[in-house]
C-alpha cells in the first residue's frame, strides 16, 4: 500500500519505525492471501492477525501515546481494517479482549499469518527478535509455537513447491528487495491459477455476481483487484464486469489497483495488457469474420452512394442521389465493422465514463458519424451540381 501514515510511539527504535513501513508496504499480500482463504472449505491457515496501533488519549506521562494490540478476523474496505481484538489491553481501557474494532489502514503496524507453524510477514517482531540473544529468541520461539525463521528476514508468501523461499531484508532497503516485491507484485496466487476455469465455469452459469454489489456496495470486481487476483479480474472484465463504476467509497477498480500497488492489474485496467482480448464472445463464434463482412458491405454501399454518382457526373449523365440517412448508416455499418476486427475499441471505450446506460465514447461515434453523413452527402451534392 501506498503513502500511508506511520503512527509511532515515543522512543520507539528506527528499527521498529521501519518495520512498521515495510508491513504497510507489504500489507496487500497478506489481504490476497486472506482473499483465498476465505474461499477454501478446508482451511490453510493457523492463523491470521493485523497488529494496529490504538492512539491513547492520556495526561499522564507513564502512559504511551499508542498501545499495539493484535487483532484478528479480519475484513478489509481499502480504507479501514476492521476485526476483533485479540488481547486485553493494558492501557486503553475502553476495550477488551474480543471486542469488535475498526481502524484505518495508516493504524496498521505489522501483520502475519502462520501456515503449518511458519510464520509469513511479522517485521515488527522480526525487529523485535534481532535484537534478542540466541537464548532469549529461542525462548520467545516456543512461547509462541512457531517457526520465525531466521532473524533479520522475513517472507511475504509461501514459496512454491521444490523453489527456494523468498526472503526479503526487514527495512526493504536492497536491490535484491525491490525486484523480488516487483516479482511478487506481478505474480499470481497459486489458488487463482488452480481456479482459472472453475472461475470462468462459475460466471457463466451465475452472471448476476458481476454486476449485483454486496452488502458493503462493492462489486466483485472491486475486491478482486484490491485482492490482487489479476485471473479473475481479466475473468470478471471477459463477462462484462464495468471497471468504470465506483465502490460506496466512491473508489474505481483502477483506483484501487493503483493505491493497494497491483501493476499487472493496472496495465490491465489502463488496456496495456497485450495478452487481453476483450469481452467474451456471445455463442463462441469469432467476431472478426463478421466485422470483415460488415466492412465489405459498408463499403460496397458507400461505392454505390459516392463513385457511383461521381462516375455518372463525369460521363455528363443525369443522376441523384439518395438521402443523407444512407450516407450515415453506411458510415455506421463501416465503424461496427472496424470495432468488431480487434478489441482496441473496446479497451478505448473502457477509458471512457458512462452516460446512462451508454459509454461517452459511443455517444461521440455516433453523433460524429451522423454529422460525417451529413457533410459527405452534402459536399458530394454541391460537387455534383458544380458539374453538371
Known amino acids: 500500500m501506498t503513502g500511508q501514515i506511520i503512527y509511532s510511539v515515543k522512543g520507539e527504535s528506527d528499527e521498529l519505525k521501519a518495520a ?73 481501557t475502553s476495550l477488551k479482549a474480543s471486542d469488535p474494532v475498526t481502524l484505518p489502514l495508516a493504524a496498521l503496524n505489522d501483520w502475519m499469518y502462520v501456515r503449518g507453524g511458519h510464520v509469513y510477514g511479522g517485521f515488527t517482531v522480526d525487529a523485535l527478535r534481532s535484537g534478542m540473544s540466541t537464548e532469549e529468541r529461542d525462548a520467545h520461539d516456543r512461547a509462541w509455537g512457531l517457526d520465525f525463521g531466521k532473524a533479520g528476514s522475513v517472507e511475504v508468501v509461501p514459496a512454491e513447491e521444490g523453489q527456494t523461499p523468498r526472503l526479503l531484508s526487514r527495512n526493504l532497503d536492497r536491490a535484491q528487495d525491490r525486484q523480488t516485491l516487483a516479482a511478487l507484485e506481478r505474480s499470481e496466487h497459486p489458488m487463482a491459477l488452480n481456479m482459472r476455469d472453475k472461475v470462468e465455469e462459475g460466471l457463466r452459469q451465475h452472471p448476476e455476481v458481476i454486476r449485483e454489489p454486496d452488502a458493503g456496495g462493492w462489486l466483485l470486481l472491486h475486491r478482486e483487484v484490491l485482492a490482487g487476483n489479476h485471473t479473475v479480474v481479466r475473468a470478471l472484465l471477459r463477462h462484462g464486469a464495468d471497471p468504470l463504476t465506483s465502490n460506496c467509497n466512491g473508489q474505481t477498480s483502477l483506483a484501487l489497483a493503483r493505491a493497494a500497488g497491483w501493476p499487472r492489474i493496472v496495465d490491465l485496467l489502463e488496456g496495456k495488457d497485450t495478452d487481453y482480448q476483450g469481452p467474451v464472445e456471445s455463442g463462441g463464434f469469432p467476431v472478426w469474420p463478421i466485422g470483415l463482412a460488415l466492412i465489405a458491405a459498408a463499403l460496397a454501399w458507400l461505392y454505390y452512394l459516392v463513385i457511383e454518382p461521381v462516375r455518372a457526373a463525369a460521363a455528363g449523365l443525369s443522376n441523384h442521389i439518395p438521402g443523407p440517412i444512407n450516407y450515415a448508416a453506411a458510415l455506421l455499418i463501416l465503424g461496427f465493422g472496424l470495432a468488431g476486427m480487434g478489441p482496441w475499441y473496446y479497451r478505448l471505450r473502457l477509458r471512457t465514463p458512462k452516460a446512462g446506460s451508454s459509454r461517452v465514447l459511443d455517444l461521440v461515434a455516433m453523433i460524429g458519424v451522423m454529422g460525417l453523413g451529413l457533410v459527405l452527402h452534402d459536399y458530394l451534392g454541391s460537387y455534383l451540381i458544380s458539374h453538371r
Request: hydrophobic share 50%; no cysteine; proline share 4%.
Open 20 to 92: 512498521v513501513a515495510s508491513a504497510q508496504a507489504t500489507f496487500k499480500f497478506f489481504w490476497r492471501e486472506l482473499s483465498w482463504e476465505a474461499r477454501r472449505i478446508v482451511k490453510s491457515l493457523d492463523m491470521a492477525a493485523v497488529k494496529m496501533s490504538f492512539v491513547l488519549d492520556a495526561d499522564d506521562p507513564d502512559i504511551p501515546a499508542v498501545e499495539n494490540m493484535w487483532v484478528t478476523d479480519i475484513e478489509f474496505d481499502g480504507e479501514s481494517i476492521s476485526g476483533v481484538l485479540m488481547n486485553e489491553p493494558r492501557w486503553f
